[in-house]
């Protein structure tokens, strides 16, 4: 207990600590948080040199096409357009050329011509070029009363031939012609056999059983023939250019044939001898023009 009262009188005899008293503007910077320290900016600053702006040189450029150009591509007004197919003109293919001329059919030996036997007579031009290929068909030939009927006829290269017989007896069809030679049998009453003609020419078709039954084919190799009128006239029209053969044929008559050139200037005259009595003509190259 005494030791206890000597130790606090001890502590109150310690001196008093001086307290501390702060300015008001260093209580404010001790509040604050530390200043940083900046570089205050230097007294003067060399003047900048700044290079004068460079003066622009001019620049060749190509001109760029006006905008009317692409008005030009649009093309015309309707207005326009329809004058213009109004003014316009159709294109005509060329009619090509043209042969004219006249047979004169004159009997010989004793041999008399009707003034109409002219129109038997056909006129054909075949070109050297070859060109005017003929179109075949199918035609018929028919055995009656023991001979041919027609007994002459022109057919178109190619084509069939169909021989019909009526007799009430066989006949046999056959040709020795070189180059077109046939045989087509026996044929009894009502029966038929045909054949194609492939070879152009004239052709002997005969029968085997009777002899003096004769059929003259002439087998034609081009497009371009005319038939003869009665008067013996002829026009053989869009022919082409150049060189070629013109050829007559009449049964009563031997074949002609001359060399020509297109275009031709004068007409031509072609006599013809008849050798032959009539016969029944069929011409199925051509009609008459």
């Known amino acids: ?16 600590r001086p307290s501390l008293k702060l300015e008001p503007a260093a209580a404010a910077a001790s509040s604050m948080p530390a200043p940083v320290a900046v570089a205050s900016p230097p007294q003067s600053l060399p003047a900048a040199t700044v290079a004068p702006a460079p003066v622009p040189v001019p ?17 015309p007004q309707p207005s326009a357009i329809k004058k213009s197919v109004a003014d316009a003109k159709p294109v ?24 109409d036997e002219a129109a038997a007579t056909l ?4 070109p050297a070029s070859g060109g005017g ?6 035609y018929t030939v028919y055995t009656h009363n023991r001979d041919f009927s027609p007994e002459a006829m022109a057919v178109p290269q190619g084509s ?17 012609t ?4 046939f045989d087509l049998g026996y044929q009894g009453s009502g029966e038929k056999a ?68 297109l275009p031709m200037k004068n007409a031509v005259t072609q006599p013809l001898l008849a050798i032959r009595p009539r016969l029944t003509t069929e011409l199925n190259a051509s009609a008459r023009p």
């Not at 620049?59 to 093309?75: L, S, T």
């Not at 006129?123 to 075949?126: A, D, I, L, T």
Request: glycine share 8%; hydrophobic share 50%; net charge positive.
């Open 133 to 138: 290929r003929a179109k075949p068909g199918h």
């Open 160 to 176: 069939t031939v169909t021989f019909v017989n009526l007799d009430d007896v066989r006949h046999n069809v056959f040709s020795v």
């Open 123 to 126: 006129v054909y031009f075949v």
């Open 1 to 16: 207990m005494l030791g206890a009262l000597m130790l606090l009188g001890a502590c109150a005899m310690t001196p008093d």
């Open 178 to 181: 070189p180059g077109s030679a």
């Open 194 to 261: 045909a054949h194609a003609f492939t070879r152009a020419g004239l052709v002997l078709v005969s029968c085997n059983v009777h002899h003096s039954m004769e059929l003259d084919l002439l087998v034609v190799p081009t497009s371009f023939t005319a038939r003869a009128s009665a008067d013996g006239s002829f026009n053989l029209r869009g022919l082409p250019a150049g060189a070629g053969t013109l050829h007559f044929w009449n049964p009563r008559a031997q074949p002609v044939s001359l060399p020509v050139t």
């Open 92 to 115: 005509v293919a060329p009619a090509g050329l043209e042969i004219r001329g006249h047979v004169v059919l004159r009997g010989v030996h004793g041999q008399q011509v009707a003034p």
């Open 59 to 75: 620049v060749a450029v190509a001109p760029v096409p006006a905008p009317a150009a692409r008005m030009v591509r649009m093309g």
